[in-house]
């Protein structure tokens, strides 16, 4: 059973910076590509950033293109969001994600979010 636990969320004013972290519990982490989403309120939730299972960054979403950095290690079996000049409308439960492929069948894992605001 794949388990993610992020952290790391909470309080930062504009331009602030926070990292959130993902341990995931799938011992194929490093096998499998890892995203971070985030939904804000009354909205859908859209893709921030990919990473390859061997660590290459990919789908920055344009709004974080150049101040948001996805990163692994795949020892730890941890995926992180560096962020950076934040801005208010990034604010949003950020979600880590596993897509696990079975056949033609996608299988999505989610953990439980954490919470990014960032207000004067």
């Known amino acids: 059973q794949v388990q993610l636990v992020e952290s790391g969320g909470g309080l930062v004013q504009p331009g602030g910076s926070l990292t959130l972290s993902c341990a995931a519990s799938?011992?194929?982490?490093?096998?499998?590509?890892m995203h971070w989403y985030r939904q804000a309120p009354g909205k859908e939730r859209d893709l921030v950033a990919s990473i390859t299972f061997d660590g290459t960054p990919f789908n920055y979403a344009p709004s974080v293109k150049g101040r948001f950095t996805i990163s692994r290690n795949n020892n730890k079996n941890m995926v992180y969001l560096q962020m950076n000049d934040l801005k208010p409308e990034d604010t949003a439960v950020y979600f880590c994600?596993?897509?696990?492929?079975?056949?033609?069948?996608?299988?999505?894992?989610w953990g439980q979010g954490t919470q990014v605001t960032v207000s004067p």
């Open positions: 799938e011992f194929a982490f490093s096998t499998f590509n």
């Open positions: 994600n596993l897509k696990e492929r079975v056949g033609l069948t996608v299988n999505d894992y």
